[in-house]
């Protein structure tokens, strides 16, 4: 497995695997639908909204084939391979409003040079008076906790008067900001995109942007009864870029790279991934995001006063502060940015079923997004060390929740899946691959060649 091997994914045609070693690793994931977007129609229901018109039919000039791949106009995974898709980038994540953009810094300032001044003016004191102080202190010790008990319950107060409900899921939620700062900072946000990006802009003739529009446009007609959608303009620009990324702004702005155009098998993938950036706008993540974070650092504040407060030495109290801070990342931040993840996995997968899309590609493309990083010989990192989940669980839970969406996708009278599941297309062509891959190697041979990478897919 090497050489040619990293431009290429499996094929579902069981002939290809003959001519595996002849021709080299040339080959496709094609993922059969039965012109599922060709013949889609919807009705009014609990879960559907009436659609215009089938996606197929939308884009004749882009010339989707019967089996909803993309056009040839997109070679598939002649890509950039990263570490990690993401699909939200640090701005757009966790935006604040300008005025805490600039207070943060001076908050943490203002708590070292308090703590600081805490520990200076223990230490000047005469070790009498600082006796006196304890006794004081032991005194008083009643109106002490008194007093920081009516803190913690004006935060407790604070906390529970400012829980939303979330769209769509119902789940609760801590807003701290109100949603028109970030209407105001979408907008600047979108601006400085569109500077970066100015002379990468893809134009609406191009395929790639009429294959982006049409799917877009699928997916909010068909989700038109949820009003977080309606209520949005869904604007596209295709960047002309390697990387495998794609977001949208909380303003409905569309942002999506040619790098994930090449990822991509076909547009039942391409729906998955664009209807997981849509929910991630309805759900207001965002918004979510900024108001724990400045939750957490509310209260960071507090204990960065401590630390540089209680240790003996400067230099402590910036190893504290370090500790501190990765403690905050790795034990709230990240967590919760895999939790938003999830989420916007779960609720994406529920806008593509009431598309008629074959939701059962979702699975297979982070398995693909796996196997290129294997065979790139990527470094599998620990997740805990991930904004986003791994792409094996995030394949085993797209698994899981498949069969629900397939559910809303038939109460939506969708036409049948027709043909084989493309998830066991992909695990049989694995199983084949790692058959050629062993029958290649020297059979005297014990150990592994260094310079090739070791396949190791747990998931499948």
Not at 179 to 185: A, N, P, R, S, V
Not at 307 to 312: F, L, M, S
């Amino acid at each position: 497995l090497s050489g040619n091997a990293r431009n290429c994914f499996l094929t579902g045609n069981p002939d290809s695997y003959r001519n595996f070693a002849g021709k080299g690793l040339r080959c496709l994931l094609d993922v059969p639908s039965a012109e599922v977007y060709r013949n889609a129609h919807h009705s009014s229901g609990r879960f559907c909204s009436q659609s215009s018109q089938p996606l197929g039919e939308k884009i004749p000039s882009v010339q989707i084939s019967s089996v909803g791949q993309l056009p040839h106009h997109f070679p598939a995974w002649n890509i950039q391979i990263i570490r990690s898709f993401h699909t939200s980038p640090s701005l757009q994540a966790a935006p604040v409003p300008l005025f805490w953009i600039f207070v943060k810094p001076a908050q943490k300032l203002f708590a070292i040079i308090l703590g600081r001044s805490i520990r200076k003016w223990w230490k000047a004191l005469p070790p009498n008076k600082r006796e006196l102080f304890k006794e004081s202190a032991r005194k008083n010790k009643w109106k002490i906790l008194l007093g920081v008990s009516s803190l913690g319950v004006v935060f407790v107060m604070f906390y529970f008067t400012h829980l939303e409900e979330t769209p769509i899921t119902g789940r609760t939620r801590l807003m701290v900001f109100g949603k028109e700062h970030f209407k105001e900072l979408s907008q600047m946000e979108y601006d400085m995109w569109m500077e970066l990006f100015k002379s990468q802009m893809l134009p609406e003739t191009d395929a790639g942007y009429q294959v982006v529009e049409t799917i877009v446009g699928h997916l909010s007609e068909s989700n038109k009864d949820i009003p977080q959608i309606s209520a949005l303009k869904w604007v596209i620009h295709v960047v002309d870029e390697p990387a495998v990324n794609a977001f949208v702004l909380p303003n409905g702005q569309v942002f999506v790279f040619t790098g994930l155009l090449d990822a991509v098998s076909d547009i039942h993938q391409l729906s998955f991934i664009l209807g997981h950036e849509i929910a991630h706008a309805v759900l207001e993540h965002a918004v979510k995001k900024a108001s724990l974070v400045h939750l957490l650092d509310f209260l960071s504040l507090i204990f960065l006063t401590m630390i540089w407060a209680i240790c003996p030495r400067d230099s402590l109290a910036v190893v504290g502060q370090w500790i501190q801070s990765k403690l905050q990342e790795f034990m709230f931040d990240r967590p919760y940015s895999r939790t938003l993840e999830a989420e916007a996995d779960k609720v994406g997968l529920q806008f593509a079923a009431k598309a008629c899309v074959d939701v059962r590609a979702s699975s297979v493309f982070w398995q693909q997004m796996e196997l290129a990083e294997a065979i790139e010989g990527q470094p599998k990192l620990p997740e805990w060390l991930s904004t986003h989940p791994s792409h094996e669980n995030r394949a085993e839970h797209l698994d899981r929740l498949i069969p629900e969406a397939l559910k809303i996708r038939e109460s939506c009278n969708c036409p049948s899946l027709s043909g084989p599941d493309p998830r066991l297309i992909f695990r049989l062509n694995m199983q084949r691959l790692l058959e050629m891959a062993e029958g290649r190697e020297t059979p005297n041979s014990t150990k592994q060649d260094p310079s090739k990478p070791k396949l190791d897919f747990p998931h499948t």
